[in-house]
């Protein structure tokens, strides 16, 4: 068999406690870099930055392994130096972990410095490829550390390896065998010293595409606190016959059913009626004199006013009172105040005010219509049909906030 990659997405987020990003991916199928940065100002970003602008030129004509072993470690020597001619570079360095999809092979290789991870995700389970340089790592290898004081302990983003600090660099390397329906995923650690692997795991099963997953996982880290720059890089392997899928990502607001009066359908109607009434009237007319042509003008004008200030009148209401369950960009389960309607020139009459975890996508049948049915609901009504939802999926922490009337930050179209 012969792979391919047939859905890929990487981001990368300031996070909420950190005011610069230090982090830097490059993606270019079948290669895959992410990379850490570290010192402080600016020199982490310098370090990063330069790790995969080393990647974007030609690489070797070797096997993946040494490709990334060489094109690291040459990295690294061009940290050093910069470090050494510049006192504000300093101490300056990175974590490093790339992947390369060899298709003849069905293998993917991997070149690992640093905290940083990659994870391969089979048949719905989750398994960390790759062991972190840290003295946390360390300490729990020896025994001193239990897996659960490792996830918690103080010193865990304490790295005993990084690209740029010495003038030489331990590269790890491996290649693992690949197969259709692999998904993987590379990440810095200001992913997963916010999220365990059981909630990446979930995650990643949960999304219906890699650019939902990415950006799933990315609103979850910053959820948890967000206290690190967050980057993450995923792609699915498939096999190379396999029909390609289409590009087109989740709708967000679709057709809806919602009550009488304040759907898009029973607007469009009423202005459709009295455009064709008017149509009517004028062709049957008997030609007027002036001043009835003006009567009649005045008449029209106001009747289109009523319907305009009708549909403004509707569009207010639904703003203020009615709320609706829907789906997001990402493809989550989502809070929307207003009427699941757009008027012409992008205007929307409905704002976004909680995104849940939960993958519409995931849902059983009879949760999924209740969601993209689109059915305009009273605040209290739409809320606890989320909880429901939410409490279905083993979520229950931010719809609270939501029900009593906050909106999540940047929730707001």
Known sequence: MTLRITDQAYATDTGRQRSANEDSVFVRAPLFVIADGMGGARAGEVASKTVVEAFDRPLPEASPERVLKETIEGANRTVYSLAREDPNLSGMGTTTTAAILDADSDEVAIGHVGDSRAY??????LERLTRDHSLVEEMRRKGQLTESQAEDHPQRSIITRSVGPEPEVEVDLQTVPAQAGDIFLLCSDGLTTMLDDEHVERLLNRATSMPNAVRALVDEANRAGGRDNISVIAFKVVDAAEPALDAEGATLIGSSAAEAGLTATEVRRRAAADAARARREKATAVRPGRRRRIVRRVAGLV????????????????????WFLGTDEAGRVTLYRGVPYELPFGVKLYTRQYSSPVQTESLPERRKDAVTGQSVRSRADAVKLLEEIERAQGVTEATTEAGAGGVEPGGGE
């Open 120 to 125: 391969r995700l089979r048949r719905g389970k």
């Open 303 to 322: 009747a289109l006013l009523l319907v305009i200030g009708g549909i403004v009148f509707g569009a207010t209401y639904g703003l203020h009172h009615t």
